[in-house]
């Protein structure tokens, strides 16, 4: 069990750059949810896949943001023309869902983004 | 709206047991209570998770209270390793997890 990771660990860029994160989940969960952290908060949910089908996205998920998961595997979140405002951790949690009780979540490192 | 409320810190002395409070006075019926931790400069970790019945695992202990309305984790031992973040979440499983502040935990050696 390799666990959730999450690529790059971390990323540096200016505001309106567009950046791309990368999450490889645990192998054969079929959930994959990304999450936001912000400095001395919880993380705020984001957007979920079942397989590769998008079922939810937050308020939060402003048209910048894009997420995929084209073969139920792996996920890209984008952010293109970045803003100071996105700085944060961005964190990515797979479950392997049969029913309420099994989903249990397993975060990655999370991918530290700082928009100068 | 986190829907749970948790003390904002909390201190233990080492290789003592520790008492996380958590209330949830509106939950549902269909709500599982998780709780998640978060070490310093990591994603959060699954703890434990209970519905209505006492859960007992290698990490901890999920003591639910049987009007439903309050929980408590307890770590039978904390070590300085337990100090994190504690997170206390209503889950119906079928919606993302809603996260609080949480409690801090501090361990003292």
């Known amino acids: 069990d390799t666990g959730v990771s999450q690529d790059p660990r971390h990323k540096i860029t200016k505001r309106g750059q567009n950046v791309t994160f990368r999450c490889d989940p645990i192998s054969e969960h079929n959930r994959l949810y990304w999450y936001r952290q912000t400095l001395g908060q919880g993380p705020e949910f984001l957007t979920y896949f079942q397989n590769e089908a998008q079922l939810e996205k937050s308020r939060l998920l402003s048209d910048r943001f894009s997420a995929e998961r084209p073969k139920g595997s792996f996920s890209t979140l984008e952010i293109q023309r970045t803003e100071q405002g996105d700085s944060a951790m961005y964190l990515c949690a797979s479950s392997s869902w049969t029913s309420p009780s099994t989903d249990t979540q397993y975060f990655g490192p999370g991918t530290r983004l700082t928009v100068l | 709206d986190a829907k749970t409320t948790q003390p904002n810190s909390m201190e233990s002395n080492e290789e003592e047991p520790v008492h996380l409070p958590c209330n949830h006075s509106?939950?549902?019926?269909?709500?599982?209570i998780h709780w998640y931790r978060q070490l310093p400069s990591q994603g959060p970790e699954y703890v434990i998770h209970?519905?209505?019945s006492n859960v007992n695992n290698r990490m901890a202990s999920l003591a639910i209270a049987e009007d439903r309305k309050s929980s408590t984790l307890i770590l039978h031992r904390a070590t300085l390793r337990d100090a994190a973040v504690y997170y206390c979440i209503r889950h119906s499983g079928n919606t993302p997890l809603v996260f609080g502040k949480g409690t801090r935990l501090s361990v003292i050696a």
């Open positions: 209970g519905l209505t």
């Open positions: 509106t939950i549902s019926g269909t709500d599982y």
